[in-house]
């Protein structure tokens, strides 16, 4: 079996995307998937990196783009009222849902309920009202598994995403979303069919040509 752990935070329409396109990508495979939520921006700070919404010109390009791949693999897309958006409450209601035994990671009904909560319907995500009925929902579904439910803005909840995000960062992570497999690191939606390939045991990763990549000398840096 093989152990998948994907990174994600909610804000990313190229991870919503991932998110939904994962299921066909490992069809036929013996797989365990943790869905793991990290902050974003704690990434890209860690890099010295702006978002995609944060540069104008792409910003522009991510949206145009994210709605053609969306029509293009059949999945409903809607962009919400305001973008970008503080996913914070969002990333720690998912993490509100971790078990004790597994304290950094939700199950993929609550992640496509986050997801959804924000890529479908076109509407505010951080709106106060949706919010709660998001919570409710949540709680509800902890209640049926019989699991407790933390507070979202407990300071256990809290850790948990500042662990996941160091975590992520200390596994060379620097977007999502990002799936991790034997400690192999597959970024974006279309790093999707590099992963099957992978796990189908593809010659090019026994080759030598994933180590060389990182091998590569560098000619020049620009001045920051």
Same mark, same amino acid.
């Given at each position: 079996?093989h152990?998948?752990?994907?990174y ?7 991870a919503?995307? @991932?998110f939904?396109?994962?299921? *066909?990508? =490992?069809?036929?495979?013996?797989? %365990?998937? $943790?869905? #793991? +939520?990290? &902050? ?43 973008h ?27 992640a ?16 106060? @009202?949706?919010?709660?009925?998001? *919570?409710? =929902?949540?709680?509800?579904?902890? %209640?049926? $598994?019989q #699991? +407790?439910? &933390? ?42 069919p ?15 040509a ?15």
């Open positions: 079996m152990d998948i752990a994907f994600f935070d909610p804000i990313s329409p190229y919503y995307l @991932a939904e396109r994962l299921p *066909e990508t =490992l069809m036929g495979l013996s797989v %365990r998937v $943790r869905y #793991k +939520p990290v &902050l974003f921006a704690g990434l890209l700070k860690a890099h010295g990196q702006r978002g995609p919404a944060e540069i104008v010109p792409k910003r522009d390009w991510t949206y145009r783009h994210v709605g053609w791949l969306a029509q293009h693999h059949g999945l409903p897309l809607d962009l919400p009222a305001t970008p958006f503080n996913p914070l409450t969002l990333l720690r209601m998912a993490l509100a849902c971790t078990t004790s035994d597994a304290p950094g990671e939700c199950n993929r009904y609550v496509e309920q986050v997801f959804h909560h924000v890529w479908r319907g076109g509407q505010d995500p951080n709106e106060p @009202a949706r919010l709660a009925a998001l *919570e409710a =929902l949540l709680q509800d579904h902890m %209640r049926q $598994r #699991k +407790p439910w &933390l507070a979202p803005d407990s300071e256990e909840v809290k850790q948990r995403l500042r662990s996941n995000t160091e975590e992520a960062l200390a596994l060379g992570l620097f977007g999502v979303p990002a799936i991790v497999v034997n400690g192999r690191v597959f970024w974006g939606l279309d790093g999707l590099m992963l099957r390939d992978y796990l189908d045991d593809g010659a090019w990763f026994t080759s030598g994933w180590e060389a990549a990182a091998a590569l000398p560098v000619g020049v840096q620009r001045q920051r």
